[in-house]
């Protein structure tokens, strides 16, 4: 019975990293087939929250102050007056002039998000109404606005999103960190898309309308939930209008200080998803086969029958992942690190199951307490 039981998710698990596979090269088609819009194209303001001195910001923040766009704004917003990153704010706003960069400066610690407290800094000095958030870590290919904004055009359409890949890990712990974003969360987000399943708002390359941001209640409204673009979402499509995500994708950097916060990242990606979806959250357990088919070949005392369905499980799991990594992300990195991807996926199970019984969350350094609908309260003493 109990080998029945392990075999469960190895046999679920593989038959998902088949599809998963199959969906990639699906939506690889659909995103050849993009054309771009003619268009007027409206002003637009792109707000960067930054928080400290992040690995390789000069070239993620000049990659936004550089796109092929008319007119648009960037706007750099920080919490602390003591930020590391302030000197060379400082100088992209000078180089750069008043016109296309502003840099405004808050002075409130983290209490609940502190990245939508941080984007509500820099709405204050927004000039116009289209909108697009973009995370610091996020380095910009100079077509990036015209491909965010252009479905705006269209009045149903109340929010675009982009979606994203890692890029440039060193040390092991980000590779297996580049892994958990390029061959998992990344695959998934590609499989729901191409099957209709998804329902998520990514916030890492978001664009909408000032007037869509308030009838939803502002960012203040986000700003004790966790997952807070999830809820974006589907506040927005709770008023009647649809969430579009682009097959385009943008690269987020990397950027781990040890191992321990690597795994800290890992409970808190699970935890962002058993936030937004917890049933969601708790099928994923099916998923995962080459973990469970290493505890079914550890039942079996490691016989031929257990080795072979862990060679087979870790086979399928590695050749679906490479076609995702390679055929779709153009990702050599992942595809140079796909060896550590069995591991990556024992330590996924581990922080799975950490994550179900968490009630606090460890971002920037800080500790916050966690309810049960994903709401942050303040902060635990």
Known sequence: MLELVLLFPVVGGSVYNVLTALAAIKFKWLAGRRRDLA??????????????????????????????????????????????????????????GPERVSLVIGDDPPKVNGKVQNLEIGLRAALHDTLVISDSDVLLRDDYLKTIVAPLADGNVGCVC????????????????????????????????????????????TALRRSTLDRIGGLSALADYMVEDYEMGRRIRAAGLKVAILPYFVDTRVNLVDWSTWWSHQVYWDQNTKAARPYGFAATVLTRSVPFALAFAAVRLFDPLGLWVLAAATAIRLVGSGVVLGHVLRDREGLASLALLPFRDITGLASWLFALSQRSFIWRGERFGLTRGGRIVPREV
């Open 162 to 205: 982009t979606l994203y890949r890692a890029i440039d890990a060193s040390t092991w712990y980000e590779r297996l960190e580049l892994l958990t974003l390029n061959a998992d969360f990344t695959a998934n987000l590609i499989f729901a898309q191409v099957t209709g399943a998804s329902g998520l708002c990514l916030g890492a390359s």
């Open 39 to 96: 268009m007027d194209w409206p002003p637009v303001t792109i707000l960067k929250p930054i928080y400290g001195l992040e690995k390789k910001l000069e070239a993620n923040l000049r990659s936004a102050c550089s796109q092929d766009y008319p007119t648009y704004q960037v706007v750099l917003s920080v919490q602390r007056r003591d930020d590391p990153a302030i000197p060379l704010l400082r100088e992209i706003e000078r180089e750069y």
